[in-house]
């Protein structure tokens, strides 16, 4: 096992993928990780949405203007979403708890990349469009 250290100075940002599906014990242990990020007044504003399907991962790759199209490529793609009725820091503990999902994915030998598009511009049209 890494060291916490170890992991933080070896962790990369992977955009290419095997097409090798990722251990649903895995995406199980890398979700009860995330759950253990900290978070202002233990509010815990955020939802881990776990994307299997090709088809989704294909829509949540164009969600992003650039940047974004590694997504589809990606055996599974866990989406954090912040419920702002929660906390007035849902940001940040939303960001936290993404940094726990990728740091035990790379605990567990997967790769990993964050894709933000929250206040990302094209946001608003791909929403629509998608609806």
Not at 24 to 37: F, G, H, N, S, V
Not at 96 to 110: D, F, K, P
Not at 111 to 129: F, K, P, T, V, Y
Request: hydrophobic share 45%.
């Amino acid at each position: 096992m890494n060291t916490f250290f170890d992991l933080v100075r070896q962790r990369r940002s992977h955009r290419k993928f095997t097409d090798e599906p990722v251990n649903p014990a895995d995406i199980e242990q890398i979700l009860k990780t995330a759950l253990m990020a900290p978070a202002g007044k233990r509010a815990n504003p955020w939802e881990f949405i776990v994307v299997t399907d090709a088809g989704m991962r294909n829509r949540l790759s164009t969600c992003k203007p650039a940047g974004g199209a590694f997504v589809k490529d990606a055996p599974v793609a866990i989406v954090v979403v912040g419920d702002t009725s929660k906390s007035d820091v849902w940001t940040e503990d939303c960001s936290i708890a993404a940094i726990y999902l990728q740091l035990a994915a790379e605990a567990l030998g997967l790769g990993s990349c964050w894709c933000q598009i929250r206040l990302r511009s094209g946001m608003e049209e791909n929403r629509m469009a998608a609806d």
